[in-house]
T-cell receptor, first 111, second 115 residues
Framework: GENVEQHPSTLSVQEGDSAVIKCTYS??????FPWYKQELGKRPQLIID?????GEKKDQRIAVTLNKTAKHFSLHITETQPEDSAVYFC??????????FGAGTTVTVRA | DAGVIQSPRHEVTEMGQEVTLRCKPI?????LFWYRQTMMRGLELLIY????????DSGMPEDRFSAKMPNASFSTLKIQPSEPRDSAVYFCASNPTGVGSREQFFGPGTRLTVL
């Protein structure tokens, strides 16, 4: 089955700085890579996703890059704000709609 | 739409008791997923359904766990008998089928505590 590894497990950044989270996956058949944000006590919510036919996607302050050859993808958050503090999960999925999640990254934005 | 609905939101029970968690997916969504979240193991997929049919239950930890989806608008996850190590947050999520429809919408979760 698919194995997704996520690094780092915790990340502390100064407000206004950038945050980068990296994930690797094992199954070359995976073609969909979403990122979920989970605030404390809340449900995971999709913030951005990328498909295997695209190398990069951006939505305001967040962007995701995908390297299919190396089987890794990354989340970039620029100009971080206190409300970006949360746990972020990457995931990988093939055509069966089954998501394999990474272990999560706890991001803390220091004011 | 109200989103994915789960009940109860919190459940405290004693070891050995039966626990039933309930989920109502978003109307029109063909896929339904049950996840368990703990600090130690993260987000684990337990089982998922497509058109009310179980597709993959390889994540169900043991025979004490069972899940059903009798119709398109209702699913249950049952634990019998419950054990303290089952304490976790259980999420239900649903997903529509179709091109461009890969987002899974999570419910608010059920926080289960087994004493």
């Amino acid at each position: 089955g698919e194995n997704v590894e996520q690094h780092p497990s915790t990340l502390s950044v100064q407000e206004g700085d950038s945050a980068v989270i990296k994930c690797t996956y094992s199954d070359s058949a995976s073609n969909y890579f979403p990122w979920y944000k989970q605030e404390l006590g809340k449900r995971p919510q999709l913030i951005i996703d990328i498909r295997s036919n695209v190398g990069e996607k951006k939505d305001q302050r967040i962007a995701v890059t995908l390297n299919k050859t190396a089987k890794h993808f990354s989340l970039h958050i620029t100009e971080t704000q206190p409300e970006d503090s949360a746990v972020y999960f990457c995931a990988a999925c093939s055509n069966d709609y089954k998501l394999s999640f990474g272990a999560g990254t706890t991001v803390t934005v220091r004011a | 739409d109200a989103g994915v609905i789960q009940s109860p939101r919190h459940e405290v029970t004693e070891m050995g008791q039966e626990v039933t968690l309930r989920c109502k997916p978003i109307s029109g969504h063909d896929y339904l997923f049950w996840y368990r979240q703990t600090m130690m193991r993260g987000l684990e997929l337990l089982i998922y359904f497509n058109n009310n049919v179980p597709i993959d239950d390889s994540g169900m930890p043991e025979d004490r766990f069972s899940a059903k989806m009798p119709n398109a608008s209702f699913s249950t996850l049952k634990i019998q008998p419950s054990e303290p190590r089952d304490s976790a947050v259980y999420f239900c999520a649903s997903n529509p089928t179709g091109v461009g429809s890969r987002e899974q919408f999570f419910g608010p979760g059920t926080r289960l505590t087994v004493l």
